[in-house]
């Protein structure tokens, strides 16, 4: 924890270096005649919400032997920071997805190109002009349906997640000038010096200070995996064994704008299987101190499955996405028809994303020094 909270303040003397914690009004914007390195302050985005996130999730494992109202208090401020900086960048991820599975689809770019993390319109040095269309290849006469809704659906998806990005964008800039977020980096502060175990009621005869109860993790790294394995055997591993799961398919197709009710336990397992690295991590290097070897303990299974629910997790929010894009009113037949072209495509990922977990869930663990 003493390590995450070292990275968090790190990342937060970067972020503040950029130019972009004080004063900016966009990304990418500095003080007069100075503009600062906007790919600096992502990573230093990025860095300080991965901080949070691991931070949250080992007080959520090791809450126990940690000082109860100082736990309680910081898992909730670390949930609220790590979920508002992760919104910018999830939405600009949802596009760039979005736009390239259009692409493979229909056979052509005539739609906008995703504009890149922290960059204004302004910078034009990675970005493609929107009015001139890429070389590609024509389209086959399959697909000419598709391809006539490709580009408007295209507009459409970068109108309603360009904005919410932007607004995701102003809501971490308000949240990280934040009194609330300047008392959470307080915290982090005296995290990286001490962490606060909990004390015993009664301390030893002649002490002058309480006495902190004995620091064992194992028990609640045991326990941390044995929610994991519970919460995976009530899976439908079964029906994931197919990479083509049709019936998987058929709330695709409800009117309900409600996240898919088959996605819920997924995420909760990809949630779970993180907090199981965190305590592997945070073992292994308990370990390593008491051997005095630095080393760490990769478990290829744990990351290959990790890496499909991250997948999954993606490919659910942009079905999503293109649904609710075709409940836009008005718009033509062939970019409803090409939204729900695309949306079909993404729960189709999604099905491969599931199998690809259980085909790496059932092999046998394999650690690499």
């Known amino acids: 924890m003493r ?7 790190r990342a937060l003397r970067r972020h503040r270096e950029s130019g972009a914690g004080a004063g900016a009004s966009g990304p990418g914007t500095g003080g007069p ?15 300080l919400r991965r901080a949070a996130r691991r931070i949250s999730g080992t007080l959520h494992t090791f809450q126990p032997l940690l000082d109860a109202s100082w736990a309680e208090e910081m898992r909730p401020e670390l949930a609220w920071l790590s979920g508002t900086l992760a919104l910018e960048h999830a939405y600009a991820s949802r596009l760039e997805r979005l736009l390239q599975a259009l692409h493979r689809l229909s056979g052509s770019s005539a739609f906008p190109a995703p504009r890149p993390v922290g960059r204004t319109a302004t910078d034009t040095t990675a970005t493609v002009p929107t009015g001139v269309p890429a070389p590609a290849r024509p389209a086959s006469p399959d697909r000419g349906s598709l391809t006539v809704g490709a580009a408007k659906a295209g507009a459409l998806l970068d109108r309603q997640l360009t904005l919410a990005r932007t607004r995701a964008h102003s809501t971490a ?19 990286a010096s001490e962490v606060p175990l909990r004390v015993t009621a009664r301390p030893n005869r002649g002490a002058t200070a309480p006495e902190t109860t004995p620091c064992d993790l194992r028990p ?51 949630l779970l299987l993180r907090l199981h690295r965190y305590a592997l991590e945070a073992l292994a290097g308990a370990d390593a101190a008491d051997a005095g070897d630095p080393g760490d303990v990769v478990d290829v299974r744990l990351l290959a499955a990790g890496e499909a629910l991250d997948r999954h997790r993606d490919a659910s929010e942009a079905a999503a996405a293109a649904a609710q894009a075709a409940r836009t009113p008005r718009i033509a037949p062939a970019t409803a028809y090409a939204l729900g072209v695309l949306h079909a495509d993404q729960r189709h990922e999604v099905e491969a994303a599931r199998y690809a977990f259980q085909h790496s869930w059932r092999k046998e663990p394999i650690r690499l020094p």
Do not use: I, M
């Not at 390590?3 to 303040?9: I, N």
């Open 173 to 191: 800039l308000q949240a990280l000038g934040s009194s609330r977020f300047h008392a959470v980096a307080d915290k982090v502060a005296l995290l």
């Open 220 to 270: 609640l790294a045991a326990a941390a995996e044995e929610r994991l394995a519970d919460a995976v055997t009530a899976l439908p591993l079964v029906a994931a064994g197919s990479p083509y799961n049709a019936q998987a398919l058929v709330h695709g197709l409800s009117p309900d704008p409600a996240p898919h009710p088959q996605d819920a336990p997924w995420h909760q397992v990809r």
């Open 3 to 9: 390590a995450q909270a070292t990275e968090f303040l």
């Open 33 to 47: 005649g100075r503009t600062a390195p906007p790919a600096d302050d992502v990573d230093a985005v990025r860095a």
